[in-house]
């Protein structure tokens, strides 16, 4: 591969392209809100909010010095990421703490980098990022979920023009923003019904002897404060 063929590619990748037009920001927002608020689409879509759960909660095991075993994604749209290490203390927390607002901090990182104009880098990351993502699953079905998820990037990046890059990347960046909220709110509902006794809030409030409320109030701060911020990047404001 020669100086200028690198240069390209390093060029195309980590250089800015233009902002799309408002109007495509607003439509990717409400085929995202499309993806998020109907029961039947949610179903489906939730895998995608469930591979950026795990995946948070995995490397912050890794950034404090766990050792991750593994991932497993299930059908059901649940997850398991099993690490080893210290049972108690502040990497435990962290770990624990990471999953229900990983997909909004992956989408406020998204959003900043589309608002900087890095819409190339951002799919690239994206499929660097569930490249990684995949040597630690345990699963078929979500090596499944995964690839296909990879491939979705991986073509888009590679045969479409700008415009459906830009499209593709901001309609990704608001469901993060927008699928990100809803989970908590899932996970009170379950606790008022008695369900959920052993959900990551419980683990929290087990580990650091904080009411499982305060934490559920916490993921509930982070997501709905990364929608905002992130949504006034995306629309300019």
């Known amino acids: 591969m020669d100086t200028d063929h690198l240069t390209d590619i390093w060029s195309r990748v980590f250089g800015t392209q233009p902002a799309p037009s408002l109007w495509l920001v607003i439509v990717t ?54 690490s080893r290490g210290k049972p108690t203390g502040l990497g435990m927390v962290l770990t624990a703490a ?54 979705a990037f991986v073509l888009v990046s590679w045969l479409t023009t700008a415009e459906v890059q830009a499209a593709f990347a901001y309609a990704a960046v608001w469901f993060l923003l927008l699928g990100g909220v809803r989970p908590p709110f899932e996970l009170m509902g379950k606790r008022r019904r008695g369900g959920a006794v052993d959900s990551d809030p419980d683990q929290l409030a087990r580990l650091t002897h904080v009411p499982a409320a305060l934490w559920l109030g916490l993921f509930h701060v982070v997501t709905l404060c990364s929608l905002i911020g992130g949504g006034r990047w995306l629309l300019g404001l």
Do not use: C, F, K, Q
């Open 29 to 82: 927002a409400v085929l995202a809100l499309g993806a998020v608020v109907p029961h039947t689409a949610w179903r489906l879509a939730r895998n995608a909010i469930t591979i950026a759960h795990e995946s948070g909660h995995g490397l912050i095991a890794l950034l404090t010095g766990r050792r991750l075993d593994g991932i497993r994604l299930h059908s059901d749209t649940s997850g398991l990421t099993v």
């Open 98 to 151: 990471a999953g229900y607002i990983a997909p909004s901090l992956l989408g406020l990182a998204g959003a900043a980098l589309l608002a900087a104009g890095h819409i190339t880098a951002l799919l690239w990351g994206a499929t660097a990022l569930l490249l990684a993502l995949l040597v630690m699953i345990r699963n078929a079905y979500g090596v499944l979920t995964v690839v296909l998820t990879g491939a």
